[in-house]
């Protein structure tokens, strides 16, 4: 007996050390959802009729809103297919697979029970290697969808997948990340990513896809999504690389951007649909993501804050993110679906960024930071999620660094106070 409650307390310390974390409220999918290892295979949450679907490498699994607190799961359609996105009209389901040869899209008509290839011939004109990276639904009419290929862009179905008319618009080549309809206007159609040159693009069509501009473009940046404001179809708002910008012409233009805190890749945003004010923000760190941020605005878009920062090692980064009532649902790369409480989010608008400066930025080789608190370690990362050196600094509030070391590029500097907070910044060698 003795033995039995010792293996109990065991068993009972390894969950709450892996899967309690504060305010974070794990619900499952850590083992089919991991999605931060793969960077073509990029799913999206969709909430229907009161149920969470997940799509990941074992198929859709979803689960009811009601039963948020624990970590049960349904396997529901393409059981055993890598699945990244999936559109529904009633029992019937069309998914995009992770495969680039045959079976890139799979259909089930009796709500998840049994699937078909679905894939038309369309999709493999003259091509010998295919793949489609996004499928997205038509808000005010269910027979129509959009679908975004690697090779011929953006195609439109109107009549739920029996045929397709091709829009041939600008496809990135390097990063396709987002295809989206107005959900106000579902004339004007939205596609954007990263470019073979490594500009960031915003394809964008106001008749329907039938013409096409490109009002958004920055170097060595790439857009990852778009969250349009509930009541004001003129308002948008973008997440790029350590950046949010917004639009309050309904994307014919685009506003400075803010600068994000820790230099996060911004994968998605989400208005509160009841109090617009209300904006919720985050994504993933370019190296080690060993924090869950959530960045804030009371404005709707035009100034952020961190408003939730907790620890949870080598996570991966939020690669998307849902609203439901009074939580947050957040996907991870890695440790699969959380809850957050939005009871727990900071609402004293404290701001890192502030807190530590890195001069001068870009460098020749000597860098100084300055911080208003002491520091305690530096870990330095290339881009390539490398480290390359690490420093423990005096308890000094300036520190100066030589990094004529290091070749010519960004790099990520990972900084901890005495405290053991942990701040992020990217320094770039000359």
Request: hydrophobic share 35%.
């Amino acid at each position: 007996m003795k033995t039995l409650n010792l293996k109990l307390i065991v068993l009972i310390v390894f969950l709450v050390h892996n899967y309690s974390f504060a305010q974070l409220n794990y619900i499952g999918l850590k083992r089919d959802a991991v999605v931060a290892e793969t960077p073509t295979f990029r799913t999206e949450m969709q909430i229907i009729n009161n149920e969470l679907y997940v799509p990941t490498y074992n198929g859709i699994y979803k689960k009811n809103l009601s039963t948020l607190n624990d970590t049960l799961w349904q396997s529901y359609a393409f059981i055993g297919v890598p699945i990244k996105d999936f559109v529904k009209k009633g029992n019937e389901i069309i998914g995009i697979t992770n495969k680039t040869t045959d079976s890139l899209l799979l259909k089930s008509s009796n709500n998840g029970v049994s699937y078909v290839n679905y894939t038309n011939t369309h999709f493999f004109n003259d091509q010998p290697f295919n793949y489609v990276y996004k499928i997205t639904q038509n808000p005010k009419n269910p027979n129509s969808f959009l679908v975004l290929h690697a090779h011929q862009g953006v195609a439109k179905s109107t009549d739920f997948g029996v045929s397709y008319t091709n829009f041939n618009t600008l496809n990135g080549g390097y990063q396709d990340r987002f295809l989206e309809f107005h959900p106000q206007d579902t004339l004007a159609i939205y596609h954007g990513g990263e470019t073979e040159l490594f500009y960031s693009h915003i394809q964008t069509s106001f008749n329907g896809g039938l013409g096409w501009s490109n009002p958004f473009s920055i170097q060595n940046d790439c857009t990852h999504g778009l969250a349009f404001h509930p009541t004001n179809d003129q308002i948008i708002l973008v997440g790029h690389e350590g950046r949010i910008s917004k639009s309050i012409d309904k994307g014919q233009t685009w506003q400075n951007p803010f600068y994000v805190p820790n230099y996060i890749y911004i994968h998605k945003i989400i208005f509160d649909p009841n109090q617009p004010q209300f904006v919720y923000a985050s994504g993933v760190i370019n190296g080690p993501n060993d924090e869950i941020i959530i960045l804030k605005s009371d404005d709707s878009g035009d100034t952020w804050y961190t408003a939730f920062q907790q620890y949870l090692s080598d996570n991966g980064g939020i690669a998307d993110m849902l609203l439901h009532q009074n939580y947050l649902i957040l996907q991870t790369g890695k440790e699969g679906i959380f809850t957050l409480n939005l009871n727990s989010l900071n609402e004293q608008k404290f701001e890192l960024d502030s807190q530590i400066r890195i001069f001068p930025n870009p460098t020749n080789g000597l860098v100084s930071i300055e911080s208003n608190k002491e520091l305690q370690k530096i870990m330095i990362y290339d881009f390539l999620g490398r480290n390359v050196k690490n420093i423990n600094v005096s308890n000094t509030l300036i520190h100066d660094i030589n990094l004529s070391f290091l070749p010519k590029g960004m790099y990520l500097f990972k900084i901890f106070d005495k405290d053991k907070n942990v701040f992020h910044r990217t320094v770039t060698v000359k």
